[in-house]
Antibody
């Protein structure tokens, strides 16, 4: 059974940093791309970042480019999102999602439950 | 960036009725469109991919159609568990991958 479990969220001040983790199980981790998607309060879904199965290719939304970094640890089967210089508009529930193949430009066939990040002073 | 526009914003129907949700793309995306169901406090769930293919576990009452710029998600006979927010998402021209703004399907 595919399982994705996010952690690392919480309250952070504007300008601060946070690292989100997504622990994966139930599938061959290096064979599938992974994605981060967020949902701000009262808003819809927004794609944030994607990373290929082997980790060689990474992609970002313009709104986070230069501030967020996606990576993955194959030994720990964990996806990460390092978030720096956080802004109030980054406040959202962050979801990790697995793609159905190794390329990152795809759908999310399995999703985590999400983790809340609040940026506020 | 490809913009996806969903309509209506809210759809009020009763169990047993047929639901028709629309998603329009700002440019041709072939059939590279997915539909997700999202309930409060839960993970989004993929229900349709590549416009018309049901994802694993999606009931047969859900169907998707369309190509190019106009797409439809149809739920043939609504069950109580179908009331949720539905999003379309394109993977034709990325980054960025984009979502529609969502259609809230509520019980009448």
């Amino acid at each position: 059974e595919v399982q994705l479990l996010e952690s690392g969220g919480g309250l952070v001040q504007p300008g601060g940093s946070l690292r989100l983790s997504c622990a994966a199980s139930g599938f061959t981790f290096n064979a599938y791309a992974m994605t981060w998607v967020r949902q701000a309060p009262g808003k819809g879904l927004e794609w944030v970042s994607g990373i290929s199965g082997r980790g060689a290719d990474t992609y970002y939304a313009d709104s986070v480019k230069g501030r967020f970094t996606v990576s993955r640890d194959y030994g720990k089967k964990t996806l990460y999102l390092d978030m720096n210089n956080l802004r109030a508009e980054d406040t959202a529930v962050y979801y990790c999602a697995k793609a159905p193949h190794s390329g990152p430009g795809s759908y999310g066939d399995y999703w985590g439950q999400g983790i809340l990040v609040t940026v506020s002073s | 960036e490809i913009v996806l526009t969903q309509s209506p914003a809210t759809l009020s129907l009763s169990p047993g009725e047929r639901a028709t949700l629309s998603c329009r793309a700002s440019q041709n995306i072939n059939t590279y469109l997915a539909w997700y169901q999202h309930k409060p406090g839960q993970a989004p769930r993929l229900i349709i991919y590549d416009a018309s293919n049901r994802a694993t576990g999606t009931p047969a009452r859900f169907s998707g159609s369309g190509s190019g710029t106009d797409f439809t998600l149809t739920i043939s006979s609504l069950k109580p568990e179908d009331f949720a927010v539905y999003y379309c998402q394109q993977r034709s021209n990325w980054p960025p991958i984009t979502f529609g703004q969502g259609t809230r399907l509520e019980i009448k």
